[in-house]
């Protein structure tokens, strides 16, 4: 079975700070890892995917992640903080073993909060 | 269209009615996805249909909900015999690519609310 963990349900950061969003996730084969925004009362955005290759993935406005094969995260990053990222943010995994099927497995999502 | 598209976007219903919830994807995605969104719970899977191969409906949590999806294109999601505790945002997605590499396009989700 394939599961997320989002082990914050809020993040609060000041605008121009870095953030982190973390997600941990536990796969049987090679895991492929997607990060989602949802802004208020609209459906979800892709943001990025790590499927294979570089650890350091980079997406949609500003954003990037990282994957950790040995603490299996795949945390969401960006340099500098705006007003505007306050969002839901949704990591998601799907497990790359033959067979394993092809829905996503949504973590319970993290409130990013953006202050000035 | 351009976006995948849902019907209609608010519902509200009385405990015992069915409810049926319309799923428009993007053209030409043979991946479409249902999924419910409840207060403080994330994203739980319903049901998956690729292509024409069988759907992977082993999210569906009772007996009480049915999806179909007609031509490969349009979906419906039925639900009988609402209860309280389906009251959710149901969200739909579509896909265009098999293997699970493609990104999911959602739509904006059907509020259903059970009185």
């Known amino acids: 079975a394939q599961s997320v963990a989002q082990p914050e349900d809020q993040v609060k950061v000041a605008e121009g700070n870095p953030l982190t969003v973390k997600c941990t996730y536990s796969v049987s084969g090679n895991p492929y890892l997607f990060w989602y925004v949802q802004y208020p009362n609209r459906g979800l955005q892709f943001l990025l995917k790590?499927?294979?290759?570089?650890?350091l993935v980079k997406g949609s406005y500003g954003f990037e992640a990282e994957f950790n094969k040995s603490q299996t995260s795949f945390h969401l990053k960006k340099p500098s903080a705006l007003v505007s990222d306050s969002a839901l943010y949704f990591c998601?995994?799907?497990?790359?073993?033959?067979?394993?099927?092809?829905?996503?497995?949504f973590g319970t999502g993290t409130q990013l909060k953006v202050e000035l | 269209g351009a976006g995948v598209s849902q019907s209609p976007s608010n519902k509200v219903t009385e405990k015992g009615k069915d409810v049926e919830l319309r799923c428009d994807p993007i053209?030409?995605?043979?991946?479409l996805y249902w999924y419910r969104q409840s207060l403080g719970q994330g994203l739980e899977f319903l049901i998956y249909?690729?292509?024409?191969?069988?759907?992977?409906k082993s999210g569906l949590p009772s007996d009480r909900f049915s999806a179909e999806r007609t031509g490969g294109s349009v979906s419906t999601l039925t639900i009988q015999r609402t209860q309280q505790e389906d009251s959710a945002v149901y969200l739909c997605?579509?896909?265009?690519?098999?293997?699970?590499?493609?990104?999911?396009?959602f739509g904006e989700g059907s509020r259903l609310t059970v009185l």
């Open positions: 790590y499927i294979t290759g570089d650890n």
């Open positions: 997605a579509s896909s265009s690519l098999t293997g699970g590499f493609g990104e999911l396009f």
């Open positions: 053209s030409g995605h043979t991946a």
């Open positions: 998601a995994v799907r497990d790359g073993i033959t067979g394993g099927g092809n829905k996503l497995t």
């Open positions: 249909f690729q292509g024409n191969s069988a759907p992977d």
